[in-house]
């Protein structure tokens, strides 16, 4: 089967568009080829195109030919059209049969089918066209239409095309299908959504009786023949089409002193100051930042702020997708569920918080403004910390060279290819050969490599969970009834994490989700968080339905929720120019804002870059920081491989961490010089080090526990348990199971031969070690040791930090009603921030001053009462014992005092022991919000 493919497939395609077009000139039909060019520029001028952009030019004579291509084109520059418009067009101009699907458009997000819809439908109504959409929101009713009655062309995403793939009608439909176009191919080519397309792709040319013209569409791709084999196929030739004019971009690089709360508020600033009436949009790394940076900017001025994720309801984004197109947005806070091809209208400017981390992300994000090839995009990247200052300007610098991170493909997923083993299975009636489905499975580029002892492996595991029936001699496979809970349960490869829905009680709407373990740690009926730049209190949480009852709430205390995800990785390029931006700021070439780069040159007397690694050692900790310039994956296999070695090697565990630019070493035992250098220096066989490193870790459990679901071994909804986890990659360690698990986390997260690089590069004297003794470590060392507990006074995270102002901001507004406790005579309600240092009373001159709530007038009733010698009920007595416990703490700690029993929860004993340990201010607050923390895990609920 795979040779047919071929033979059929070498006849019509090549690798580049001009060598094909070349060959093609002198073809018989070459004139039949013109007349269909004219035809379709005449559809492009029919929908009003004047003239063709680049893209749309390069690009027709291929398509019209029906090669195989990707188109390469940044945003705004007409890729939908030149894929879309000519399909269209030569199918309109075709005789068919009704109910074939003779065009099926991929696009990787739901969001996006919706504007993607409105153009398409429109382009191919006015050919005779029709066409449905088919994703997860589509309704039974819409499916049940699709199935009976089907479009000339179909919109649906990965997960739903591999659903299509088992429906006997649908099968049928397929049979003459002509035309694939993917969209967004960037967001595919390195995960596992885009492993399991490219074997839908296979399927679908085996179903179909037509050879399939495939197109691929991105905006940003770094390794182009790859990603075009990735669409196209193994041993399939194809057409790489590049839009080589460069969009212009205009990005200033801003740095703000402070937390969050300083950003938001230069962001508003430079809003009014430069006057930008119309849409901005504000990309965030992660969710909680999104969500936290709304909420101060809603507070902060009188702009219009929304927020735009995706764990926010589809109302609840389509709401703001709305509000978008017409022009009224103001500031939209998002991630990157606004980066792709949304139809949004006109964007203005786009701010970006942090390192974008990547050039494609940032081309990505800031291409959305002024949404025209022909004006130049307009960006603000915004920081609040040297490392993300420098690597945005190493992005930037990088950018313009056109320099874009090369994205590797998962290649042989076990898990992936078990699914479709199944699916192949569920689309026939009959016995599926091995042979047949090896023949199809190999043809997809990811997987050209796996090998038939890897598809039979595959079929012993889903045998041995009765997911199929195996028959081994006559190599056949069939399903089993519960082939099709395993099929649809795992129809996503997306991690699937439980999710809770948040509900407003009093709308009744649906604000959006949030993941277990948020709810697991904060979902305590009375908590107070933030979704959708809104506080929200928890009212119930039903643990049943899966749902979270809020009620909106304005200036009490937050949690800013987090959800599964991960910060995006560096790569080794981009850490590479970090060092040259590192060395320009240190010889005066380039200004930075902060003079980190002086400073760490005086102290370490070399700048870390890609050829220089500085070891700071803090021998007295046992502790030391290496700056390496090498990216996330080098450093992290880096950082498991010395953990490893030196831990074996002297009888202690040796922790580590790494970010992009640093690697920390912890030990319990002295990590000397000649330990690390030996062992930088010495020879391995890398992989299986790293996992040995692996075993027995939370990473490798966790992957287990997701990749046993993909094998139909655990039901979607099981609770993870990391000892069932463990239990299992022990049982099946020689088998698919764990071999999934050490591939994926290796992809996620090492890079083996780039690392394997850097240690020959240690080995031959390219990359010199500088040793350091130091018992202060420098300010380039402090982002690592931030984030470890092995510092005393380590700095929080930039968000902590920006909630505890917001705690000192709520505790300084706090009402207070202060009473004088010796006469009784003198009360005043007052905030926190408007109390003197020493408080005393004006009418007896006592320093003895006690605070209650504002709306408390009682307690000087009872304080006068105990006065004239009255009774006192045993209620008021507690009351009268408070007021003095809290009369003495003011009186030894003067304001200070009032403003820890500002806390929620905070009684008189709690505020002693925090007074107590009494350091400096921003401790004080730290430990006020800590103990709000814990007030309400005990208790359940906010004192209002």
Not at 464 to 483: D, L, M, P
Not at 514 to 540: A, H, P, T
Not at 873 to 899: D, Y
């Amino acid at each position: 089967m795979k040779d047919q493919a071929q033979k059929q497939n070498g006849n019509n395609n090549s690798s580049s568009a001009p060598e094909q077009l070349q060959t093609l000139t002198s073809d018989n039909n070459n004139n039949h080829y013109h007349a269909t060019e004219d035809i379709i520029i005449n559809k492009f001028r029919k929908e009003g195109f004047s003239s063709l952009t680049t893209i749309q030019r390069k690009v027709l004579p291929v398509i019209s030919r029906k090669i195989n291509c990707l188109l390469v084109a940044p945003t705004g520059s007409g890729k939908t059209e030149a894929a879309v418009l000519p399909v269209f067009t030569m199918l309109a101009h075709q005789e068919h049969n009704t109910g074939t699907i003779r065009a099926i458009y991929i696009t990787p997000l739901r969001a996006l089918n919706n504007d993607v819809l409105r153009r398409i439908v429109q382009y191919a109504q006015s050919e005779g066209l029709r066409v449905e959409i088919r994703h997860g929101d589509t309704t039974a009713l819409a499916r049940k239409k699709i199935v009976e009655n089907p479009p000339d062309v179909l919109i649906t995403t990965p997960e739903s095309l591999g659903i299509v793939l088992t429906s006997e009608k649908m099968l049928a439909a397929l049979k003459g299908l002509q035309w694939a176009i993917v969209d967004e191919v960037h967001e595919l080519v390195a995960n596992e959504r885009g492993a399991h397309l490219s074997i839908s792709l296979e399927r679908l040319q085996a179903l179909s009786s037509q050879l399939i013209t495939r197109i691929g569409l991105s905006a940003t791709v770094g390794n182009l023949k790859q990603a075009a084999q990735f669409i196209c196929g193994a041993d399939r030739r194809s057409a790489v089409l590049v839009d080589s004019a460069s969009r212009s971009y205009d990005i200033d690089v801003r740095f703000v002193r402070g937390s969050l709360n300083n950003v938001a508020h230069f962001v508003t600033e430079y809003v009014k100051t430069n006057n930008i009436q119309g849409t901005i949009l504000f990309f965030t790394n992660t969710r909680d930042e999104a969500e936290y940076l709304g909420t101060i900017l809603k507070n902060q001025s009188d702009i219009k702020v929304d927020v735009h994720h995706g764990s926010l309801s589809k109302e609840m984004r389509e709401e703001t997708e709305h509000t978008l197109r017409s022009g009224m947005a103001g500031i939209v806070v998002c991630t990157s569920s606004l980066e792709l091809g949304l139809d949004i209208g006109s964007v203005d400017l786009v701010i970006h918080y942090g390192s974008p981390r990547q050039v494609s992300k940032l081309m990505q994000r800031i291409g959305r403004s002024r949404h025209n090839q022909r004006s130049f995009a307009k960006g603000l990247i915004v920081t609040n910390n040297p490392d993300d200052e420098i690597e945005s300007l190493a992005i930037i610098h990088r950018m313009k060279k056109r320099s874009i991170e090369k994205q590797k493909i998962h290649e042989g997923a076990l898990d992936v290819m078990a699914h479709h083993l199944v699916g192949l299975a569920m689309q026939s009636r009959d016995p599926v050969t091995v042979g047949l489905a090896y023949d199809i499975i190999t043809q997809a580029y990811p997987f050209r490599n796996i090998s038939l002892f890897d598809v039979e492996s595959c079929l012993d595991i889903l045998a041995g969970h009765n997911v199929i029936k195996y028959e081994r001699e006559a190599r056949t496979y069939t399903r089993k009834i519960k082939a099709y809970k395993y099929y649809f349960e795992n129809a996503s490869m997306i991690p699937y994490v439980l999710k809770f829905e948040v509900i407003d009680s009093i709308s009744k709407r649906r604000i959006g989700t949030l993941d277990q373990q948020f709810v697991g740690d904060y979902g305590e009926k009375g908590n107070v968080f933030v979704l959708k730049g809104s506080q929200w209190r928890i009212l119930s949480v039903d643990e049943v339905r899966l749902v979270v009852n809020v009620e909106p709430l304005r200036g009490a205390a937050i949690n800013i929720p987090y959800w599964v995800g991960e910060m995006i990785p560096v790569d080794f390029k981009t850490a590479e120019e970090v060092g040259v931006v590192r060395n320009q700021a240190a010889s005066g070439r380039i200004k930075l804002s902060t003079p980190i780069m002086d400073s760490t040159l005086k102290m370490l007397k070399v700048i870390p870059d890609s050829k220089n690694i500085v070891v700071e050692s803090y021998a007295s900790r046992n502790m030391l920081v290496m700056h390496c310039a090498f990216g996330s994956k080098v450093n992290n296999t880096i950082a498991s491989l010395l953990s490893t070695i030196l831990s074996s090697q002297i009888g202690y565990i040796v922790e580590s961490r790494s970010d992009a630019y640093r690697i920390m070493l912890t030990s319990s035992a002295r990590i000397t010089q000649g330990r690390i250098e030996a062992a930088l220096r010495d020879v391995y066989d890398l992989e299986p080090v790293i996992i040995a490193a692996l075993t027995g870790t939370h990473n490798i459990n966790w992957k287990v526990w997701m990749v046993a679901k993909r094998f139909g071994m655990i039901s979607k909804e099981a609770v993870y348990d990391k000892k069932v986890a463990r239990m299992i990659y022990d049982r099946y360690s020689k088998t698919p199971v764990s071999a999934e698990s050490i591939r994926e986390l290796v992809h996620d997260k090492y890079d083996i031969q780039q690392t394997q690089q850097v240690l020959d590069d240690i080995k031959q004297g390219k990359i010199t070690i500088h040793w350091l003794e130091v018992n202060e470590f420098s300010d380039l060392a402090k982002p690592i040791i931030e984030h470890s507990t092995k510092m005393a006074g380590a700095m929080p995270l930039s968000i902590e930090k920006g909630v505890i102002e917001l705690v000192k901001e709520r505790l300084e507004k706090t009402k207070h009603r202060l009473v004088c406790i010796r006469c009784g005579k003198w009360e005043r309600v007052m905030e926190t921030k408007d109390v003197p240092e020493e408080i005393s009373c004006p009418n007896c001159r006592s320093r003895l001053v006690s605070a209650t709530f504002w709306s408390d007038d009682e307690m000087s009733r009872i304080i006068r009462s105990r006065l004239t010698g009255g009774r006192l009920t045993q209620e008021q007595n507690h009351k009268f014992e408070r007021a003095w416990k809290v009369a003495s703490l003011v009186n030894n700690f003067g304001r200070t005092a009032l403003i820890v029993l500002s806390g929620h929860g905070v009684g008189a004993d709690t505020a002693a022991r925090i007074l107590r340990n009494y350091v400096d201010e921003e401790q004080v607050y730290r430990s006020i919000y800590e103990a709000e923390k814990q007030y309400v895990i005990t208790r359940g609920f906010w004192s209002d």
